[in-house]
């Protein structure tokens, strides 16, 4: 009995798959003509962040863009993007981002969801003069 009942533990463990916890990858273009890191620009200016997103353990579902102003731990939604079937291993977007017309701080956070509800965020800090 005691055999059996140790066969049985092993046969359980091995059995056992570990869950696939991956979150969605996402990164900036880092070409020319892209944002990819913290700037500092005079008010009302533009410039262009190209994101690349890939699925981890689940389909990726939604893309969106956020900014906060002037320290705000609650960032203000711009745009959300839900994705289709096509783009649901493979995402890529290139976003035009517009300070305000007034100096002070923006932080612009982008973000990817996938199916499982995972979210991965990267983010700009931009310095507006």
């Known amino acids: 009995m005691r055999?059996?009942?140790l066969l049985f533990i092993i046969i359980s463990i091995s059995g056992c798959k570990k869950k696939d916890d991956t979150p969605?990858?996402?990164q900036f273009k880092t070409g020319t003509g892209y944002t990819y890191s913290d700037l500092t620009v005079s008010h009302g200016s533009s410039f262009v962040v190209g994101i690349i997103a890939n699925s981890g353990a689940s389909d990726l579902q939604l893309?969106?863009?956020?900014?906060?102003?002037d320290g705000s731990n609650a960032p203000k939604l711009v745009s959300r993007i839900w994705?289709?079937?096509?783009?649901?291993?493979?995402?890529e977007r290139d976003v035009t981002v517009t300070t305000r017309n007034q100096p002070g701080t923006e932080r612009w956070v982008f973000d990817v969801n996938d199916?499982?509800?995972?979210?991965t965020k990267k983010e700009i800090r931009v310095t507006v003069q």
């Open 115 to 119: 199916a499982d509800g995972r979210i």
């Open 3 to 5: 055999n059996f009942f």
């Open 63 to 69: 893309f969106y863009t956020e900014v906060a102003y």
């Open 83 to 91: 994705l289709n079937a096509s783009e649901a291993n493979h995402y």
């Open 24 to 26: 969605p990858g996402l």
